[in-house]
């Protein structure tokens, strides 16, 4: 397995969780590392990415303000702080990346994905 996500869970709505994405096969910095979720019935959805070697960011428009992705070189992890959540974040995250070196949010092309992990968020 080239990533591994963690940090799933069940929260009751309002609450957070922070997932992590790493990898002991390369380094995350250099690529682009996106999460998704996928929810039961739904397609799978991409919730945000960065690529830490331009700074570069993205989180779709019905997270915004709610969740912050951010990455630690020194830990070859990067994280997905998710606040006030809702039972629609309900889904299966994957952590994925563009194995391109230097490739970037913009275009990336996602084809390693890690295992998931569950996030349910309920009263």
């Known amino acids: 397995v080239q990533l591994q996500a963690s940090g799933g869970g069940k929260v009751q709505p309002g609450g957070s969780l922070r997932l992590s994405c790493g990898s002991s096969k390369f380094s995350l910095e250099y690529y682009a590392i996106g999460w998704f979720r996928q929810a039961p019935g739904k397609e799978r959805e991409g919730v945000a990415c960065i690529s830490s070697h331009d700074s570069n960011t993205w989180t779709v428009d019905s997270v915004k303000g709610r969740f912050t992705i951010s990455g630690d070189s020194g830990k070859n992890t990067v994280f997905l702080q998710m606040n006030s959540l809702k039972p629609e974040d309900t889904a299966v995250y994957y952590c994925?990346?563009?194995?391109?070196?230097?490739?970037?949010?913009?275009?990336?092309?996602?084809?390693?994905y890690g295992q998931g992990t569950l996030v349910t968020v309920s009263s």
């Open positions: 994925a990346a563009d194995r391109r070196v230097g490739s970037s949010c913009a275009g990336a092309q996602f084809s390693t």
